[in-house]
């Protein structure tokens, strides 16, 4: 916060875990920062957790995503704001599979899978077929900016996958859905398996915590639950906690808890 008052800076760059830690306890709409560029872990793309941000913060939020072992910087969205462009084409290649059987998925519009790149220039020990446990949905169609290459959203991370009843299910889609229920709600959520592995049995339960002063009014985690089961296909137990009990991070969040 004090570089932002001294440096007055036009853009940002952290991850959306410490963007929003930062517009949660200190009003930044009239700072200078005009661009928020978020990285790190999923969520930016998030459309309801970034209308937060880009409330909280009064600036456009952008995504960029890297993976160390391969390049820090691969993906960046352009000025739509749709999705981020593969920007190191030519020098990685991009796969999809699907993280359960490995089996290779064709890179076409809406597919989803979990990304997979190659070294395609590295002289010194190339990484081929390098599991990003990303789980990433792709957009090919042309984007008005111009450039060609293929476009991504994070889903979520494949290590935080659980499948209740066949159904496929990220803590981070959850976390969207519930955030639609603002002003009600904060934001912040926590699943809790009660089982270890990733198959779950239904009701799955989740920790929802309520925005600052809401109190309980009996019928919310009733309706949250439904909207999750209509959205992702899943049964849940949704507990409503008070403001401020779920942990925030400084860092990158932990969304699931066993
Ligand atoms: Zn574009």
């Not at 709409?29 to 880009?54: H, I, Q, T, W, Y």
């Not at 009701?203 to 639950?225: K, Y």
Request: with cysteine; net charge negative; aromatic share 6%.
């Amino acid at each position: 916060m004090k570089a932002v008052e001294l440096l007055r800076p036009e853009a940002v760059v952290l991850t959306p875990s410490y963007a929003a830690y930062l517009a949660e306890n200190f009003d930044l709409r009239e700072a200078s920062v005009e661009r928020v560029l978020v990285a790190g872990e999923p969520g930016g793309g998030e459309p309801a957790f970034r209308a937060k941000l880009e409330d909280g913060w009064g600036a456009r939020v952008f995504e960029a995503m890297g993976i160390g072992d391969i390049g820090v910087s691969l993906f960046g969205e352009c000025e739509e704001q749709d999705g981020m462009h593969l920007g190191a084409r030519g020098f990685v290649h991009a796969e999809l599979i699907d993280p359960e059987t490995g089996d290779a998925l064709p890179v076409e519009d809406a597919a989803s899978g979990e990304l997979v790149l190659t070294h395609l220039q590295h002289r010194a020990a190339p990484l081929l077929r390098f599991r990003t446990r990303d789980h990433v949905q792709v957009r090919t169609s042309p984007c008005p900016c111009g450039r060609t290459a293929p476009r991504l959203r994070c889903i979520g991370r494949t290590d935080d996958m659980l499948i209740v009843r066949g159904v496929n299910v990220f803590p981070s889609a959850i976390r969207e859905v519930v955030s639609a229920f603002a002003p009600d709600v904060s934001g912040h959520i926590l699943v809790k398996p009660e089982t270890p592995g990733v198959k779950q049995e239904p009701p799955l339960p989740v920790s929802v915590e309520l925005a600052r002063g809401v109190t309980d009014d009996g019928a919310l985690a009733d309706a949250i639950s439904e909207r999750l089961r209509d959205a992702l296909v899943v049964r849940t137990r949704v507990e409503l906690v008070p403001w401020g009990s779920l942990r925030r991070s400084e860092y990158k969040s932990t969304l699931v808890e066993r």
